[in-house]
């Protein structure tokens, strides 16, 4: 599993599915998975900015890797959000026969953030589900690549200033290094 990291708005996604598409791996995304649920209580978490429930997006997470069986790699965006989605991550992955070998971690500053966002117009992309966020990224997210770093998987750090065809092309990099292909 290629596990991709980033503020909201970083091109994790973009970049997720430019990966997935060239290697012609899974790509998961929780954020979408969430969206697709069509579930007005999951709206209402996802409207604030908030995590849903830990046995909400687990779930999710499992039927969507037990549907990648055939494929050699996974590329997942936005999981594990938390140190207890990290640990079921690791744990269930084995169930699945997958760990996780790689973690892209996109960065970029937080003005071209509110910019991105701004000019999305996702129905969550209100200044406060935003504020949100981003709280979440800093507080719970970012400080899980320790718990990673200390399992031994390896995390790179991608500019994610330039275009998408520029990101994609430092990510390949990463990705061939890594000799997952
Ligand atoms: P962004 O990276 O811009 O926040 P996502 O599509 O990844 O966009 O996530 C949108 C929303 O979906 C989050 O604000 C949160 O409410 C919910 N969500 C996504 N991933 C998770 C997760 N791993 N755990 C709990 N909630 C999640």
Same mark, same amino acid.
């Given at each position: 599993?290629?596990?991709?990291?980033?503020?909201?708005?970083?091109?994790?996604?973009?970049?997720?599915?430019?990966?997935?598409?060239?290697?012609?791996?899974?790509?998961?995304?929780?954020?979408?998975?969430?969206?697709?649920?069509?579930?007005?209580?999951?709206?209402?978490?996802?409207?604030?900015?908030?995590?849903?429930?830990?046995?909400?997006?687990?779930?999710?997470?499992?039927?969507?890797?037990?549907?990648?069986?055939?494929?050699?790699?996974?590329?997942?965006?936005?999981?594990?959000?938390?140190?207890?989605?990290?640990?079921?991550?690791?744990?269930?992955?084995?169930?699945?026969?997958?760990?996780? !070998?790689? $973690?892209?971690?996109?960065? /970029? &500053?937080?003005?071209?953030?509110? %910019?991105?966002?701004?000019?999305?117009?996702? *129905?969550?992309?209100?200044?406060?589900?935003?504020?949100?966020?981003?709280?979440?990224?800093?507080?719970?997210?970012?400080?899980?690549?320790?718990?990673?770093?200390? !399992?031994? $998987?390896?995390?790179?750090? /991608? &500019?994610?200033?330039?275009?998408? %065809?520029?990101?994609?092309?430092?990510?390949? *990099?990463?990705?061939?290094?890594?000799?997952?292909?």
């Amino acid at each position: 599993m290629v596990i991709f990291f980033g503020q909201p708005g970083s091109g994790k996604s973009t970049q997720g599915k430019l990966l997935a598409a060239n290697k012609d791996w899974c790509w998961i995304s929780a954020g979408q998975l969430l969206r697709d649920s069509d579930d007005p209580s999951i709206d209402a978490i996802l409207n604030s900015g908030k995590l849903v429930p830990f046995e909400t997006i687990c779930g999710l997470v499992g039927d969507a890797l037990s549907k990648c069986n055939n494929v050699a790699h996974v590329v997942i965006d936005g999981f594990a959000r938390n140190i207890g989605q990290s640990r079921w991550l690791i744990e269930n992955g084995i169930k699945y026969n997958r760990a996780v !070998e790689l $973690i892209v971690v996109i960065e /970029i &500053d937080e003005k071209t953030i509110i %910019e991105r966002l701004s000019s999305r117009g996702r *129905k969550d992309d209100t200044e406060q589900a935003i504020r949100n966020r981003l709280d979440i990224y800093k507080e719970e997210t970012y400080p899980v690549l320790d718990y990673f770093r200390k !399992e031994g $998987i390896k995390i790179v750090y /991608i &500019d994610g200033s330039g275009t998408p %065809e520029q990101v994609h092309v430092q990510i390949m *990099k990463e990705v061939e290094l890594c000799k997952l292909a």
